[in-house]
């Protein structure tokens, strides 16, 4: 245990990180390279935060510490507030935090991630509808099977969060 002496609390140390798996793109570069593409093209005419808002929600699903840690900073870069990235995690009891459109795309988000009854609800699906044209609806549940794929890597792998730097890596 250590006092910090400017707020006279006592903390206890962080844990040791853990160690990767595998560097999975090293060995499987061609994949890589092609996750890396579809990925730009899924979020193309797609607002720079809501694409974050919808990585990070998946990635808080899914457990995958690299990606919340990532597409957080990321957000943040792209200039979305810290308590709407705060909030998202239980987005649902803070509704006037989020746009009817981010909304749906959470929701959407949500669906598409967990298809807890083996399928998107018509009503999750028409309520995402109402908000996104088809091209964006298109391009938005690309984005979540997208980050989904990414999540199951990250998560598999086990890659490690909090060394991330904006604009230095990306999917």
Known sequence: MTTDTHTATTTAPYAHEHTPRLEWAKFAPDVYKAMI???AASKKGLD???VELVKIRASQINHCAFCVDMHSKDALAAGESVERII???AWEESRHFYTEREAAALELTEAVTVLT???VPDEVYAKAAEHFDEPETARLIALITVINAWNRFGVTTRMVPGHYTPGAFTH
């Open 37 to 39: 593409a579809l990925d």
């Open 48 to 50: 720079p935060r809501l």
């Open 87 to 89: 909030q998202l995690s």
């Open 117 to 119: 009854d083996g399928f």
